[in-house]
């Protein structure tokens, strides 16, 4: 199994409130992913990072931010939590990323509920 | 607009039998495929991928078929056992799409 684990794995909050989770990988992976699974979605990427300080926004990436400042670690962060933003968070990484090759290796998983 | 669809959300099969999920795809420029299993709680696990030059992958139980004509992808499962229970995403990239695209999943039940 790819050394990726994420902190919290579960987290409750409220609406308003900032949030970050946390996603750290062992592997030394150059790109790290932030997805969201919702029922009736699948997996939708909110943002992706190819490199240290170097991110870029994925298909939902509206009310979430993200840093890296080393290469084990992605944050993702909601800066003021919304209902609309209960779900399963997922980090993934590749080791390419580039089309063709990209075979990406998820982590465990965070279920965040906001009220 | 969905570019990989899966029109199955469930899917029941008899232990040792066959299982076949479905995916089909509409953007031409894909040429990455990829199949994840996903246990409730847990991560999906990738399973087994096929590149765009190739119709077939196999991988012990698991064999992946490809029909570009198509924009067709399966995943054939010989034989099922009680354990391969658990969501299938298929997924693409390619071209423009550097990053995958994911399916919503087909839930697969083996019934023992």
């Known amino acids: 199994d790819a050394g990726i684990t994420q902190s919290p794995r579960h987290k409750v909050t409220e609406t308003g409130t900032p949030v970050t989770l946390r996603c750290h990988q062992t592997e030394n992976h150059r790109y790290m992913y932030w997805y969201r699974q919702d029922p009736g979605h699948g997996l939708r990427l909110i943002h992706y990072s190819y490199g240290v300080k170097d991110t870029d926004k994925g298909e939902v990436s509206d009310g979430y931010s993200v840093s890296r400042s080393k290469t084990e670690d992605f944050l993702l962060t909601l800066e003021s939590a919304t209902s609309s933003q209960t779900s399963v968070y997922f980090c993934?990484?590749?080791?390419?990323?580039?089309?063709?090759?990209?075979?990406?290796?998820f982590g465990p998983g965070t279920r965040l509920t906001v009220l | 607009d969905q570019q990989v669809k899966q029109n199955s959300p469930s899917l029941s099969v008899q232990e040792g039998r066959i299982s076949i999920l479905n995916c089909d795809y509409t953007n031409s420029m894909f040429d990455y495929f990829l199949w994840y299993k996903k246990y409730p709680a847990e991560g999906p696990t990738f399973l087994i991928s096929?590149?765009?030059?190739?119709d077939k992958n196999e991988d012990g139980r698991f064999t992946v078929f490809l029909n570009k004509s198509a924009k067709h992808l399966s995943l054939h499962i010989v034989p099922s056992q009680p354990g391969d229970s658990a969501v299938y995403f298929c997924a693409a990239s390619g071209g423009s799409q550097g990053n995958l695209i994911f399916g919503k999943g087909t839930k697969l039940s083996v019934k023992p």
């Open positions: 993934a990484i590749s080791a390419t990323g580039g089309p063709g090759t990209d075979t990406q290796y």
């Open positions: 096929i590149s765009s030059i190739k």
